[in-house]
C-alpha cells in the first residue's frame, strides 16, 4: 500500500483505513474545540452539551483577560525561537566540523554525541537546576534558553547530512579560491536546507511545547512560558469544572503549532518520511 | 618557457605507495593525457598538481613557480572533475562567477569573462538556470566553462568524457581539441581511453605501477613502445607477444618463434642486450592472412571479429601460440579454418627479457 500510496493511488480499502484513521485523530481535537466555545456552567455535569449551541467566544476572552496570557505567549515565541536558532547554528557548525574537518579526538567526541542521544533529560534535570541556581540564571530567557541547546540528535542529524554532500564541491570551492569559511557558508550551508527545515521545525516543536524545564526554572509568574502559565492559572486540578476554560487554553496554545505546520507541511511530512536524511 | 615541471613526486597513502619519483616537464600551452589502468595513480598525481593531496615528496613547479607550497586556490590551476562538481544551488553564471568573486575579480570583468566563455560554449540559454536542470552534456560544458574563466596557467580535466554517452564523447572530444587551440595554457587530461588520448594529447604520459611508464606522442608511444606494458595497453586490440630466440647473427635481429617462423626484424641488432630470448611484438596490422604462396606461418582460426573497415582473425599457430592477425575487410573466414599468415618482420617490435622495448630505427 505504501508504495500505491506515493504514486497517488489508493485501493478502496486503503482509501477506508485512511479515512477512519483521520476521523480518530480529529474526534478529540474538534471536541476540544467545541467544548472551548461552549459556557462553562452549561457544561456542569453534561459536557455532550457542546454538540449544539449557544456557542460563545467568552473563554477566549477570558484567557486575555488573565493580565500575563500574552506575556506567557511572548515569552513562548522568544525561547521557542531562541532555541531553533541557537541549535541550528550549533548544530551546522558542529555537523560541518564532525563532517569535515580533521582534529585530534573527533571520533572520540563523535561518540560521546552520540551516547548523548541516549541521556533522558529527567536524569540531568536536577544537577541542571543546581548549575543554574549557581550562574543566577533561574527566571531569565537564557535560563530558558541554553537546555535546550544540547542537542545531539541536532549535531548527529546534521553531520549524517553534511556527509551526505560530495566532497568534490569543496574541493572545487578549494580550487575557486574560497576559504574553510566562505566554503561552509557560500557552498555546505545553503545545500543542507532542507535539514535545516526538519531540523528547525522540531525544535522548535520541542521547545513550544516544553514544560518541564521552564516549570522549574522559572519560579517567577511573568517567566513562565505559555505551557507553565496556563497549567498555573488553571487551578483546576478536578476538571469539573471550568472545562470550556481549560479547552479554550488548549486549542490557544496549539495555535501556533498548528500555524508551523501548516507553514512547513512539506518538510515535516519529508522528515517523517524519512527521505530528508 | 617550461609551463608545468614535476621533480621526484612521491605519495602514499598509509603504507601503499601509488606514486614513485614522478618527474615530467611540460611545454607551454601543450595538452598532455595522463594515460593509464584505472587505480594507476592518475588521479592523485593530478589532485596533486592541485593541491588537493600534498605529495609526501617532491616539487611541483608551474611557469617557474615552486607552487606545492600554496594552497589550492592561489595556484593559477583550474579543475573539471570526473563528476563536474558544479554548486547545485547556484546559477550557471554563479557557479562560474564564484571563484572569480573569491579571488577579487572586478564585476565588470567578471562579466565579461562569463559572457566570453559562454559565448564560446554556446552555453548563453544557460546562464540562469540551475546543474539540475541541465543535461550530463550540458554541465560538462559549464564545468569546462567553470574553469575557463579563471584564466588559469594550467587546466586540468579528471576523465572529462568518462560520464558521457558514446556520441556525445565523440563530439565532445572535437570540443575539446577546438578549446585547446583557444586557450593560452597547458592542459592535462586524465584518461583511461587510449583513444581520447590519442586523439587529443600531443603527448601522452603512460602512467602504470607507481610511475611513468613512457611519455612521447600519440605516434610514438603506438610506434616505439618503450615496453611490454606500454606495448599492451596501447592500441586494440593489444599487440601479440611471442616468445622467441634469436637466431643467425646480422645486422638486425632475426628471431625464430615456436612454430618454426623465422621473422626478420628491422631492429638493429647491436641494440639488443646480450641474450637469447626476446619476445617478439605484432601488432594484427603486421600479421595477414595471405595465399599460401606468400606465406611465412599457418594457424588455425578461433574467432572472426568484423570490425567493418577491417576484420580481425584469433588464431593459434602450429604450436599453439595465440596470434591476432587482419584480413580484408570483406573476409569470408570461419572458425576452425586453417589459414596462411604472412609475418611482416619490418613491423614488428622486440621486448627483452625484462620488458624493455626495441624498435626499427626511423619510421
Ligand atoms: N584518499 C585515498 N586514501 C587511500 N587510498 C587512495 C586514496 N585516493 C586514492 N587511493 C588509492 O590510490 C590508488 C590510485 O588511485 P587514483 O589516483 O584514483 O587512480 P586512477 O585515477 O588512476 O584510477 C588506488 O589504488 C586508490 O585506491
Ligand atoms: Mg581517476
Do not use: C
Request: glycine content about 8%; charged content about 20%; proline content about 5%.
Amino acid at each position: 500500500m505504501a508504495a500505491d500510496f506515493r504514486r497517488g493511488r489508493l485501493t478502496p480499502l486503503g482509501w477506508a483505513a485512511l479515512v477512519i484513521g483521520a476521523a480518530l485523530m480529529l474526534a478529540p481535537l474538534t471536541w476540544a474545540v467545541l467544548l472551548s466555545l461552549k459556557d462553562n456552567a452549561a457544561l456542569v455535569g453534561h459536557s455532550e452539551a457542546a454538540l449544539h449551541g449557544p456557542y460563545t467566544l467568552d473563554n477566549y476572552v477570558a484567557i486575555f483577560g488573565n493580565s500575563l496570557t500574552t506575556r506567557w505567549l511572548l515569552n513562548s515565541t522568544i525561547v521557542a525561537l531562541g532555541q531553533t536558532a541557537g541549535v541550528l547554528i550549533l548544530a551546522s557548525l558542529a555537523g560541518y566540523g564532525f563532517a569535515r574537518l580533521d582534529f585530534p579526538f573527533r571520533r572520540t567526541l563523535f561518540v560521546i554525541v552520540l551516547i548523548g542521544l541516549a541521556v533522558p533529560s529527567q536524569a540531568v534535570i536536577l544537577p541542571q537546576h543546581e548549575l543554574f541556581a549557581w550562574l543566577h540564571l533561574h527566571n531569565s530567557y537564557p535560563g530558558l534558553i541554553l537546555p535546550g541547546l544540547i542537542a545531539p540528535f541536532g549535531v548527529f542529524f546534521m553531520t549524517t547530512y553534511m556527509r551526505g554532500i560530495p566532497r568534490e564541491l569543496d574541493e572545487a570551492a578549494m580550487l575557486d579560491g574560497a576559504s574553510r569559511w566562505t566554503t561552509f557558508w557560500k557552498v555546505i550551508l545553503p545545500l543542507t536546507v532542507p535539514a535545516q527545515s526538519t531540523l528547525a521545525v522540531f525544535t522548535f516543536l520541542g521547545a513550544w511545547n516544553d514544560y518541564w524545564w521552564p516549570l522549574i526554572s522559572a519560579t517567577r509568574s511573568d517567566m513562565y512560558t505559555l505551557t507553565v502559565g496556563l497549567a498555573a492559572a488553571q487551578m483546576n486540578y478536578a476538571q469539573t469544572s471550568g472545562l470550556g476554560y481549560l479547552m479554550a487554553q488548549a486549542v490557544f496554545a496549539s495555535i501556533p503549532i498548528f500555524i508551523v505546520y501548516i507553514i512547513f507541511q512539506k518538510q515535516i511530512v519529508r522528515a517523517m518520511a524519512g527521505t530528508a536524511v | 618557457m617550461a609551463s608545468l615541471e614535476l621533480k621526484g613526486v612521491r605519495k602514499s597513502f598509509g603504507s601503499t605507495l601509488i606514486l614513485e619519483d614522478v618527474s615530467l616537464t611540460l611545454d607551454a600551452r601543450e595538452f598532455v593525457a595522463f594515460l593509464g589502468p584505472s587505480g594507476s595513480g592518475k588521479s592523485t598525481l593530478l589532485r596533486i598538481i592541485a593541491g588537493l593531496e600534498t605529495a609526501d615528496a617532491g616539487e611541483v613547479w608551474l611557469e617557474s613557480f615552486r607552487i606545492d607550497p600554496l594552497p589550492p586556490g592561489e595556484r593559477g590551476v583550474a579543475m573539471v572533475f570526473q563528476h563536474y562538481a558544479l554548486y547545485p544551488h547556484m546559477s550557471v553564471r554563479e557557479n562560474m562567477a564564484f571563484g572569480l568573486r573569491n579571488a577579487r575579480v572586478p564585476k565588470d570583468e567578471i562579466e565579461r569573462r562569463i559572457a566570453d566563455a559562454a559565448r564560446v560554449l554556446e552555453i548563453e540559454p544557460l546562464l540562469d538556470r540551475k546543474p539540475g536542470e541541465m543535461s550530463g552534456g550540458q554541465r560538462q560544458r559549464v564545468a569546462i566553462g567553470r574553469a575557463l574563466v579563471k584564466e588559469p596557467k594550467l587546466f586540468l580535466l579528471d576523465e572529462p568524457l568518462s560520464n558521457l554517452d558514446a556520441a556525445l564523447r565523440l563530439r565532445t572530444r572535437v570540443e575539446l581539441a577546438q578549446l585547446k587551440q583557444r586557450v593560452d595554457a597547458a592542459v592535462i587530461m586524465v584518461t583511461h581511453d587510449q583513444a581520447e588520448a590519442m586523439t587529443l594529447a600531443d603527448r601522452i604520459v603512460v602512467i602504470n605501477d607507481r610511475t611513468i611508464q613512457q611519455v612521447g606522442p600519440p605516434m610514438e608511444i603506438y610506434n616505439r613502445p618503450a615496453n611490454v606494458f606500454v606495448a599492451q595497453f596501447v592500441g586494440s586490440p593489444a599487440m601479440t607477444l611471442v616468445p622467441a630466440q634469436l637466431a643467425e647473427n646480422g645486422d638486425y635481429a632475426t628471431l625464430k618463434i615456436g612454430d618454426g617462423t623465422v621473422v626478420e626484424t628491422r631492429v638493429p641488432r647491436d641494440r639488443l642486450p646480450p641474450s637469447a630470448h626476446f619476445r617478439l611484438g605484432l601488432r594484427p596490422e603486421a600479421v595477414r592472412v595471405v595465399g599460401s604462396g606468400e606465406a611465412t606461418s599457418k594457424a588455425k582460426v578461433e574467432l572472426v571479429e568484423r570490425l567493418g573497415e577491417r576484420t580481425l582473425v584469433y588464431a593459434r599457430l602450429g604450436d599453439g601460440q595465440p596470434i591476432t592477425a587482419e584480413d580484408q575487410r570483406d573476409s569470408r573466414l570461419k572458425i576452425g579454418d586453417e589459414i596462411a599468415l604472412r609475418i611482416d618482420g619490418a613491423a614488428a617490435h622486440v621486448f627483452d627479457a625484462d620488458g624493455a622495448g626495441y624498435h626499427r630505427t626511423g619510421a
